[in-house]
């Protein structure tokens, strides 16, 4: 089944909602049983976050939209250099976010489009 | 070092509104502002509508499970493993929930009026209740945490709009530089919150086999990511825990 069958409203509910949710509910439910430290639970949590990192590899290197214009170099390098800037600022991430975007659009503006 | 400082007065009126005034100067007001603008900008870059947007904040409220729903609406993913990895992605909810319920719950707390801070709880609201709530009287948390919770949402669902407006509206290089605002603020929010090895690892190893899994064109690439960079950043941390027992 894809998108266009569904319709994105509906998609939204089932595909983007409910698997979401289901784990703030659950959260209520297993209050008692589950030790948050669990391995399972621990095991889980580092999947999540490989998960979260492909996607935000992903989304840097994306072959489509507005960012595929920008030539990849830029892309890459602005987030290594606003990932530095974060870790020589004690971890600040409003200084990463900053100095990362700043890179990317004095980047984008050299060797964009 | 002199004396411990004295506690504060127990707040024992007022939750809601002290919540919204606490989220307001909370540096995750900011943090989410600019989030939401990479996701509304990513909205509109994918085609999707700008009430479809603003509903995928209220509803879902989890920036990574939101730009992985939009990335694996394209053409070309299925549906389920959409839904697998959103689910994946939110795990991290279940436990922040698990540790939550202690601090809000009475034994005259009803099911009902737990859904709806539970449904605000991401990390951003999590954190800020589990700060103030020992200066605040136990009957008054959840309505704190709802006051926290409603105006971060409500930041969000704002900035969604105003990310998607300005996409459709800047130049190229400003729109592109909206898009790169969802990566790099998740990228650093992210190590910032990775503490353990375990989590380091994990980071590290899913920013270097997403590209590649992707790359090489797999079916369930991202769960394929996250199940190798997952799977060996436990392995390290286990044989880390066996040579350095915990003291």
Known sequence: ?113 | MSAPPAPEPLIASGGFVLGCRTALTSVFAFVISFTYIGFGALCHDYGLSMGWAMLSTALQWAGPAQVILVTGLGPGTSLIETAVAVSLSSVRLLPIVVALMPVIRQESTRLWQLLVPVHFMAVSVWIETIRAAPRIARDQRIAFCNGVGLTLLSIGVVFTAVGYTIQALLPAVFAAGAMFMTPISFLVSTARNARLLLDKLALGLGLAIGPLMAYSKVDFDLLWTGIIAGTVAYGAHRLQRRWRPAS
């Not at chain 1, 909602?17 to 391995?39: K, T, Y």
């Open chain 1, 1 to 113: 089944m894809t998108l266009a069958e569904l319709g994105p409203y509906l998609a939204l509910i089932l595909v983007g909602f409910l698997p979401n949710e289901v784990w703030r509910v659950m959260g209520i439910a297993v209050v008692r049983g589950l030790d948050e430290n669990s391995q399972i639970i621990v095991w889980v949590r580092a999947v999540a976050t490989a998960i979260l990192a492909g996607v935000m590899a992903q989304l840097i290197m994306t072959t489509s939209g507005a960012l595929a214009a920008i030539p990849l170099f830029v892309r890459v390098g602005a987030a290594a250099i606003g990932f530095a800037a974060f870790m020589a600022a004690r971890k600040s991430v409003f200084v990463g976010v900053l100095v990362g975007e700043l890179v990317f659009l004095a980047g984008a503006w050299m060797y964009g489009p």
